[in-house]
C-alpha cells in the first residue's frame, strides 16, 4: 500500500487499521480509493485501480462531467454525517476506452482518528448500462432513458435516443444542472417542475406530459414516467423514461380543433334552420291570413255573377253573344279562385302543429262522389273522363272536410298533370281498411322526385311551368298520416302516375 504524500496520519493504531483494509481492497482486486474527508485528497488507491485509471493529479479526474462534481458534493455530505451514497458515471481508462462505473462511498468509522477517511470504491457496469441503453433503442425509438442525483440535481446518465428527439449533445445534459428548466417550454415550466419535485418529497412514482424545446426550435412534446430511488427512506436519485407524444399530442390538438369548427359550423346551421322555420311559419301564418281575407270579396262576387247568369236565363237581362261568353268567363275565374282559396284555407289548417281533426262517421265513397261533382266544371273544360270504380260503400271515423280536401288534390292533379287522358279512381274496403286509388295516365313524376313532392313548397321538374303553391301534396301527406293512414306514390317519368290513400275504418 502507498499514501501520497499529503496524506493526513493520526495515531500509530488508526493507521494499523486502515491499512488492514487497504490490504484486503487490494487482495480482491477490488477499485478503491481512500480520500480525506477535510481535504478531499486521494491519500491512497487500490493497484488495481491504480492500473485501470491513472494517478493524474486532481480529485478523481478520469470521470467525464459531472461525474467527478457529483462525487465530491457526496463526499461532503458523507462529511457531515450523511449515509452512504451510490451513483453512476462515465469514467475514461488510461488506454482512453470509456466505462460505466457504479460508484459506492461511505465513511471509514474508526473512533481513534483524527481526521476523516472515506472510502471510495467503484465497479465497471459499461455491459450493463449499453445492455439498458441498447434494449430501449430497440423496444422504443421514441424514448429517453435518464437518471438525475438530486443531491446535485444533475443528470449522471441520459440515452443517446437523446440526440435524436431534442438534438443536443449527451454532454450539455450531463454538465449543465439547469439543462432540463432552461430548456423546457416557458407555458409548462411554471408547474412541471413543482409538480414532479412534490411527488419526489412523497416517494411516489409519477409520470406526466409537458413539453421542451428541441435544438432546432421544434416544440416536443413528452411523456415522463419517473421512479424515485430511495434509500433509507430519502429520496436520492429519479429514474425515468421519456416517450416521445409529439405525434399523439398534435393529432390531439387537430382533433380538437375541427371539433371546434364543427360546433361552429353545427351552430351556424342551427341559427339558420331557426331562420328557415321562422320564415316558413311567417310565410304560413300570411297564407292563412290571405286566404281569409280573400274568401270575403269572393263569395258576394260569386253571387252577383250567378245572380246575372240567371237574370239572363229568364230574360230579364239581354247579352249579345260575347257579352255572354265573357260572364261564363268570369264564373269560371271566380270559381277557380273560389277552389284556390278553398285549397289555401285547408293548406294553412294542415301546416298547423295541430289539425284538430273532427271525427265522425262518413261514407268515403260518397265523399268522393262529392268531390268528384264539385269539380266537373273543371273535368269538362280539359275534356278528361273519369270512372270512379266503388262498389260497396266505405264508412268510418274521419274528418270529412279534410278528406275531401285530399281527394279534390288528387283529382286536380290528375286532370292538370293528365294530358287529357282518362282518369280511375277506385275504392276498396277490406280488414278494417279503406284505400282509394287515383290513377292518371300523363306524364308522370320520375323516381328521384317521389320523397321529395311530398315535402313544402315542392314540386316535381315538369309540374313547375303550372304554377301551383307546391303544398297540396304536403297537406295531403299530412292529413291522411293524422288519419293514421298513410298516402303512397307509383310512377314514372313518361308512364303516368298512381296515388294510393291508405285509411283504417275506424281508430
Not at 496520519?9 to 481492497?25: G, H, I, K, M, Y
Not at 494517478?55 to 461532503?76: D, I, K, N, Q, Y
Not at 438525475?148 to 443528470?155: E, G, Q
Request: charged share 25%; glycine share 8%.
Amino acid at each position: 500500500m502507498t499514501f501520497t504524500e499529503s496524506s493526513s496520519r493520526a495515531t500509530t493504531p488508526c493507521l494499523r487499521s486502515v491499512d488492514a483494509l487497504a490490504s484486503t481492497l487490494d487482495r480482491h482486486g477490488t477499485l478503491a480509493w481512500f480520500v480525506d474527508g477535510r481535504t478531499f485528497e486521494i491519500v491512497w488507491a487500490s493497484a488495481q485501480a491504480s492500473t485501470l485509471f491513472d494517478l493524474r493529479p486532481g480529485f478523481f479526474p478520469f470521470l467525464t462531467a459531472p461525474g467527478a462534481e457529483v462525487l465530491r458534493a457526496s463526499l461532503g455530505a458523507l462529511s457531515q454525517g450523511a449515509g452512504p451514497w451510490t451513483g453512476d458515471a462515465w469514467a475514461v481508462t488510461t488506454n482512453g476506452h470509456r466505462a460505466f462505473v457504479r460508484i459506492t462511498a461511505s465513511h471509514i468509522v474508526e473512533e481513534r482518528c483524527g481526521a476523516p477517511c472515506l472510502l471510495v470504491t467503484m465497479t465497471d457496469i459499461s455491459d450493463l448500462a449499453e445492455a439498458r441503453e441498447a434494449l430501449f433503442v430497440i423496444s422504443d425509438v421514441g424514448s429517453i432513458v435518464w437518471e438525475l442525483d438530486l443531491a446535485t440535481m444533475r443528470f449522471t446518465f441520459v440515452s443517446r435516443q437523446a440526440e435524436r428527439i431534442l438534438g443536443y449533445p449527451i454532454e450539455e445534459w450531463l454538465a449543465d444542472r439547469e439543462f432540463w428548466l432552461r430548456h423546457m417550454h416557458p407555458e409548462d415550466r411554471s408547474w412541471a417542475p413543482a409538480y414532479c419535485e412534490n411527488e419526489t418529497k412523497r416517494l411516489s412514482a409519477h409520470e406526466f406530459v409537458y413539453r421542451m424545446i428541441a435544438a432546432d426550435g421544434r416544440t416536443v412534446w413528452l411523456r415522463d414516467i419517473v421512479t424515485v430511488v430511495v434509500e433509507g427512506n430519502v429520496p436520492r436519485r429519479l429514474r425515468g423514461v421519456m416517450v416521445d407524444v409529439t405525434e399523439s399530442k398534435e393529432a390531439e390538438v387537430e382533433r380538437d380543433r375541427l371539433l371546434a369548427e364543427e360546433q361552429a359550423t353545427r351552430a351556424a346551421l342551427e341559427q339558420a334552420h331557426e331562420r328557415a322555420e321562422d320564415a316558413l311559419r311567417r310565410r304560413d301564418e300570411f297564407l292563412s291570413a290571405a286566404s281569409h281575407e280573400l274568401r270575403t270579396p269572393l263569395t258576394p262576387l260569386a253571387l252577383q255573377i250567378q245572380s246575372l247568369l240567371r237574370d239572363v236565363e229568364r230574360g230579364d237581362l239581354r247579352l249579345g253573344a260575347a257579352q255572354r261568353r265573357k260572364l261564363d268567363i268570369a264564373e269560371r275565374q271566380i270559381e277557380r279562385l273560389s277552389s284556390l282559396v278553398t285549397t289555401m284555407l285547408g293548406v294553412s289548417r294542415a301546416l298547423g302543429a295541430n289539425l284538430g281533426l273532427a271525427q265522425e262517421p262518413c261514407d268515403l265513397r260518397e265523399m268522393t262522389r262529392e268531390v268528384l261533382e264539385e269539380l266537373d266544371g273543371e273535368r269538362a273544360r280539359s275534356g278528361t273522363s273519369i270512372t270512379l270504380l266503388a262498389d260497396a260503400p266505405a264508412i268510418g271515423l274521419w274528418d270529412r272536410n279534410a278528406l275531401q280536401l285530399v281527394i279534390g288534390h288528387l283529382v286536380r292533379n290528375a286532370i292538370k298533370f293528365g294530358m287529357g287522358k282518362p282518369i280511375t279512381l277506385s275504392l276498396t274496403a277490406a280488414d278494417g281498411v279503406a284505400k282509394l286509388r287515383v290513377c292518371d295516365a300523363g306524364m308522370g313524376i320520375a323516381p328521384e322526385d317521389h320523397t321529395r313532392i311530398f315535402e313544402p313548397y315542392e314540386r316535381a321538374d315538369a309540374a313547375k311551368v303550372y304554377g301551383g303553391l307546391g303544398l297540396g301534396l304536403h297537406t295531403a301527406r299530412r292529413i291522411v298520416e293524422a288519419h293514421g293512414g298513410h298516402i303512397e306514390l307509383r310512377s314514372a317519368k313518361g308512364q303516368g302516375a298512381e296515388f294510393i290513400v291508405t285509411l283504417p275504418m275506424a281508430r
